[in-house]
Protein backbone atom coordinates (compact mmCIF):
# COMPACT_ATOMS: atom_id res chain seq x y z
CA UNK A 1 0.00 0.00 0.00
CA UNK A 2 1.49 3.09 -1.27
CA UNK A 3 -0.55 6.16 0.97
CA UNK A 4 2.22 8.85 0.26
CA UNK A 5 0.20 11.69 -1.53
CA UNK A 6 1.52 13.67 -4.35
CA UNK A 7 0.94 17.24 -5.88
CA UNK A 8 0.93 17.03 -9.47
CA UNK A 9 1.46 20.90 -11.18
CA UNK A 10 1.11 20.12 -14.80
CA UNK A 11 -0.34 22.53 -17.54
CA UNK A 12 0.14 19.53 -20.52
CA UNK A 13 -3.26 17.28 -20.31
CA UNK A 14 -1.34 14.36 -22.28
CA UNK A 15 1.40 14.48 -19.72
CA UNK A 16 -1.05 15.43 -16.74
CA UNK A 17 -3.20 12.46 -17.63
CA UNK A 18 0.04 9.98 -18.02
CA UNK A 19 1.18 10.95 -14.33
CA UNK A 20 -2.50 10.35 -12.98
CA UNK A 21 -2.65 7.13 -14.71
CA UNK A 22 0.23 6.25 -13.42
CA UNK A 23 -0.23 7.29 -9.52
CA UNK A 24 -3.66 5.44 -9.63
CA UNK A 25 -2.62 1.92 -10.76
CA UNK A 26 0.52 2.32 -8.04
CA UNK A 27 -2.13 3.18 -5.47
CA UNK A 28 -0.79 6.73 -4.87
CA UNK A 29 -2.64 9.51 -3.55
CA UNK A 30 -2.65 12.76 -5.80
CA UNK A 31 -3.64 15.70 -6.11
CA UNK A 32 -3.72 18.43 -9.18
CA UNK A 33 -2.97 21.64 -10.47
CA UNK A 34 -2.61 23.61 -13.71
CA UNK A 35 -0.73 26.57 -12.65
CA UNK A 36 1.73 27.80 -10.20
CA UNK A 37 -0.82 30.08 -8.18
CA UNK A 38 -2.67 26.72 -7.48
CA UNK A 39 -0.10 24.59 -7.05
CA UNK A 40 0.81 26.70 -3.95
CA UNK A 41 -2.63 27.34 -2.35
CA UNK A 42 -2.46 22.94 -3.12
CA UNK A 43 0.84 22.78 -1.02
CA UNK A 44 0.08 24.89 1.33
CA UNK A 45 -3.33 23.49 2.46
CA UNK A 46 -2.80 19.91 1.91
CA UNK A 47 1.14 19.68 2.45
CA UNK A 48 1.77 17.18 -0.14
CA UNK A 49 4.61 14.75 0.80
CA UNK A 50 6.07 15.02 -2.38
CA UNK A 51 5.84 17.43 -5.47
CA UNK A 52 6.17 16.51 -8.94
CA UNK A 53 6.65 20.09 -10.96
CA UNK A 54 6.50 21.11 -14.27
CA UNK A 55 8.71 24.64 -14.41
CA UNK A 56 7.08 25.95 -17.48
CA UNK A 57 3.34 27.12 -16.08
CA UNK A 58 1.17 29.36 -17.90
CA UNK A 59 0.89 31.99 -15.04
CA UNK A 60 4.45 31.71 -13.43
CA UNK A 61 8.03 30.34 -13.69
CA UNK A 62 8.45 26.82 -12.11
CA UNK A 63 11.40 28.21 -10.17
CA UNK A 64 8.86 30.92 -8.43
CA UNK A 65 7.16 27.80 -7.47
CA UNK A 66 9.98 26.21 -5.60
CA UNK A 67 11.61 29.60 -3.88
CA UNK A 68 7.99 30.23 -2.19
CA UNK A 69 7.61 26.89 -0.92
CA UNK A 70 11.39 26.42 0.15
CA UNK A 71 10.65 29.84 2.62
CA UNK A 72 8.11 27.49 4.55
CA UNK A 73 8.84 23.68 3.44
CA UNK A 74 11.09 21.11 2.60
CA UNK A 75 8.51 19.27 1.14
CA UNK A 76 10.56 16.94 -1.56
CA UNK A 77 9.96 18.35 -5.29
CA UNK A 78 10.89 16.64 -8.55
CA UNK A 79 11.15 18.81 -10.85
CA UNK A 80 9.74 17.94 -14.55
CA UNK A 81 11.01 19.98 -17.18
CA UNK A 82 10.86 19.86 -21.21
CA UNK A 83 14.39 22.04 -21.03
CA UNK A 84 16.99 19.20 -21.48
CA UNK A 85 19.62 22.43 -20.62
CA UNK A 86 21.33 21.42 -17.93
CA UNK A 87 21.00 24.61 -16.44
CA UNK A 88 17.57 24.82 -15.75
CA UNK A 89 17.41 21.52 -13.76
CA UNK A 90 20.69 23.40 -12.03
CA UNK A 91 19.19 26.06 -10.78
CA UNK A 92 16.15 24.39 -10.09
CA UNK A 93 18.09 22.24 -7.68
CA UNK A 94 20.23 25.09 -6.48
CA UNK A 95 17.48 26.97 -5.70
CA UNK A 96 16.31 23.98 -3.41
CA UNK A 97 14.62 20.88 -5.93
CA UNK A 98 15.37 17.83 -4.62
CA UNK A 99 15.66 16.08 -8.14
CA UNK A 100 14.15 16.26 -12.04
CA UNK A 101 12.64 14.17 -14.49
CA UNK A 102 12.93 15.53 -18.48
CA UNK A 103 10.41 15.13 -20.62
CA UNK A 104 10.23 12.98 -22.50
CA UNK A 105 10.56 10.21 -19.62
CA UNK A 106 9.18 6.89 -19.27
CA UNK A 107 6.39 5.52 -16.34
CA UNK A 108 9.01 3.80 -14.97
CA UNK A 109 11.50 6.25 -14.58
CA UNK A 110 8.73 8.44 -12.98
CA UNK A 111 8.28 5.64 -10.27
CA UNK A 112 12.12 4.81 -9.82
CA UNK A 113 12.25 9.43 -8.72
CA UNK A 114 9.35 8.94 -6.66
CA UNK A 115 10.59 5.44 -4.83
CA UNK A 116 14.12 7.66 -4.30
CA UNK A 117 12.50 10.17 -2.83
CA UNK A 118 10.03 7.95 -0.69
CA UNK A 119 13.32 6.37 0.72
CA UNK A 120 14.61 9.42 1.79
CA UNK A 121 11.69 10.74 3.63
CA UNK A 122 11.60 7.52 5.59
CA UNK A 123 15.46 8.14 6.68
CA UNK A 124 14.83 11.65 7.38
CA UNK A 125 11.87 10.56 9.96
CA UNK A 126 14.39 8.46 11.54
CA UNK A 127 18.51 8.31 11.61
CA UNK A 128 19.84 11.78 10.03
CA UNK A 129 17.73 14.10 12.11
CA UNK A 130 17.79 12.26 15.38
CA UNK A 131 20.68 10.43 15.47
CA UNK A 132 24.88 11.83 15.07
CA UNK A 133 25.40 8.62 13.38
CA UNK A 134 24.70 7.73 10.06
CA UNK A 135 23.88 4.30 8.56
CA UNK A 136 23.36 3.32 4.84
CA UNK A 137 23.81 -0.24 3.91
CA UNK A 138 27.77 -1.08 5.04
CA UNK A 139 28.44 2.57 5.14
CA UNK A 140 28.76 4.14 8.50
CA UNK A 141 29.17 7.91 9.69
CA UNK A 142 29.46 9.32 12.78
CA UNK A 143 29.75 12.57 12.60
CA UNK A 144 30.40 13.62 16.22
CA UNK A 145 33.52 11.93 16.07
CA UNK A 146 34.77 12.57 12.70
CA UNK A 147 34.47 8.85 11.69
CA UNK A 148 33.50 6.76 8.58
CA UNK A 149 33.56 3.10 8.23
CA UNK A 150 32.57 0.49 5.80
CA UNK A 151 31.65 -2.99 6.82
CA UNK A 152 33.65 -1.75 10.57
CA UNK A 153 36.58 -0.85 8.87
CA UNK A 154 37.43 2.51 9.45
CA UNK A 155 37.82 4.42 6.09
CA UNK A 156 41.03 6.26 5.70
CA UNK A 157 39.89 9.45 4.22
CA UNK A 158 41.10 13.04 3.45
CA UNK A 159 39.74 16.14 5.00
CA UNK A 160 38.34 16.84 1.75
CA UNK A 161 36.88 13.21 1.36
CA UNK A 162 35.56 13.01 4.48
CA UNK A 163 33.52 16.63 4.48
CA UNK A 164 32.12 15.42 0.76
CA UNK A 165 31.38 12.03 2.07
CA UNK A 166 29.67 13.84 4.86
CA UNK A 167 27.39 16.60 2.82
CA UNK A 168 26.26 13.87 0.63
CA UNK A 169 25.12 11.75 3.77
CA UNK A 170 23.41 14.92 4.95
CA UNK A 171 21.63 15.33 1.54
CA UNK A 172 20.73 11.51 1.21
CA UNK A 173 18.59 10.82 -2.23
CA UNK A 174 18.64 14.80 -3.05
CA UNK A 175 20.79 15.24 -6.45
CA UNK A 176 23.20 17.80 -5.25
CA UNK A 177 24.60 20.32 -8.59
CA UNK A 178 28.74 21.25 -8.68
CA UNK A 179 27.96 24.21 -7.35
CA UNK A 180 26.42 23.51 -4.00
CA UNK A 181 28.85 21.25 -3.39
CA UNK A 182 32.14 23.23 -3.95
CA UNK A 183 30.52 25.89 -2.45
CA UNK A 184 29.90 23.66 0.78
CA UNK A 185 33.26 21.92 0.86
CA UNK A 186 35.63 24.96 -0.59
CA UNK A 187 34.05 27.97 0.51
CA UNK A 188 33.29 28.89 -2.99
CA UNK A 189 33.05 27.80 -6.33
CA UNK A 190 35.29 28.75 -9.37
CA UNK A 191 35.44 26.93 -12.91
CA UNK A 192 38.33 24.42 -11.38
CA UNK A 193 37.10 23.58 -8.35
CA UNK A 194 34.46 21.29 -10.70
CA UNK A 195 37.95 19.80 -12.12
CA UNK A 196 38.77 19.21 -8.62
CA UNK A 197 35.53 17.89 -7.67
CA UNK A 198 36.13 15.35 -10.30
CA UNK A 199 39.19 14.38 -8.29
CA UNK A 200 38.20 13.87 -5.25
CA UNK A 201 35.19 12.38 -5.76
CA UNK A 202 37.15 9.70 -7.90
CA UNK A 203 39.27 9.08 -5.32
CA UNK A 204 36.52 8.89 -2.48
CA UNK A 205 34.73 5.68 -4.46
CA UNK A 206 38.00 4.10 -4.76
CA UNK A 207 38.00 3.78 -1.07
CA UNK A 208 33.91 3.56 -0.63
CA UNK A 209 32.86 1.75 -3.62
CA UNK A 210 33.44 -2.13 -4.52
CA UNK A 211 33.31 -1.64 -7.95
CA UNK A 212 34.31 2.51 -8.94
CA UNK A 213 33.37 1.76 -12.36
CA UNK A 214 29.89 1.27 -11.31
CA UNK A 215 28.90 2.82 -8.00
CA UNK A 216 26.15 1.70 -5.77
CA UNK A 217 26.53 4.95 -3.33
CA UNK A 218 27.30 7.83 -4.94
CA UNK A 219 25.36 8.44 -8.48
CA UNK A 220 26.47 10.56 -10.88
CA UNK A 221 24.50 12.96 -13.01
CA UNK A 222 26.57 14.20 -15.88
CA UNK A 223 26.89 17.98 -16.17
CA UNK A 224 24.73 18.32 -13.07
CA UNK A 225 26.56 16.81 -9.70
CA UNK A 226 25.88 13.61 -7.39
CA UNK A 227 23.81 12.11 -5.14
CA UNK A 228 23.64 9.39 -2.20
CA UNK A 229 21.89 6.43 -2.79
CA UNK A 230 19.80 4.89 0.04
CA UNK A 231 21.62 0.79 -0.05
CA UNK A 232 19.60 -1.61 1.44
CA1 LIG B 1 4.15 23.15 -19.17
Known sequence: MNKCTILVVEDDPSIKNLMVTTLKTHDYNYLLAGNGR??????????????????????MDGMEVIKNIRSWSTMPIIVVSARSEDSDKIRALDAGADDYLTKPFSVEEMLARLRVTQRRLNSVNTDIVQFSV???GALKIDYAAGCAYLEGAELHLTPIEYKLLCILSKNLGRVLTHTFITENVW????????????????????????????????????????????VE
Open 38 to 59: TALMEAASHNPDIVLLDLGLPD
Open 187 to 230: GHSWENDVASLRVFMATLRKKLEAKPGSPQYIQTHVGVGYRMLR
Open 134 to 136: FEN
